[in-house]
């Protein structure tokens, strides 16, 4: 199993990202996937997930209304898309299946 992110970087408050997490090594269209963060001195936490098909998401209270999870399963890959984007949601974003996770891509909100 491979789990390899991209697209993060620095953003002004009030800006918008997409993350990419291109997945390979499993039959990517029959299973759930996960977006977790960790922010300095802070627990990872689970940003948002989202079933096989895409039918089903779910996220994290703090970005209710501001992010969406996505996914092509032709591509074998999960998007984040991050709008209206505040200083808290600076931290390492992490892809996650099962008990895989990616190595991470560093989101910096800051003027």
């Known amino acids: 199993v491979k789990l390899v992110e991209s697209g993060g970087g620095l953003v002004q408050p009030g800006g918008s990202l997409r993350l990419s997490c291109a997945a390979s090594?499993?039959?990517?269209?029959?299973?759930?996937m996960a977006w977790y963060r960790q922010a300095p001195g802070k627990e990872r936490e689970l940003v948002a997930a989202?079933?096989?098909?895409?039918?089903?998401?779910d996220y994290v209270d703090s970005v209710k209304g501001r992010f969406t999870i996505s996914r092509d399963n032709a591509k074998n890959t999960v998007y984040l898309q991050m709008n209206s984007l505040k200083p808290d949601d600076t931290a390492v974003y992490y892809c996650?299946?099962?008990?895989?996770w990616g190595q991470g891509t560093q989101v910096t909100v800051s003027s």
């Open positions: 090594g499993f039959t990517f269209s029959a299973y759930a």
């Open positions: 989202i079933s096989w098909s895409g039918g089903t998401t």
């Open positions: 996650k299946f099962q008990s895989y």
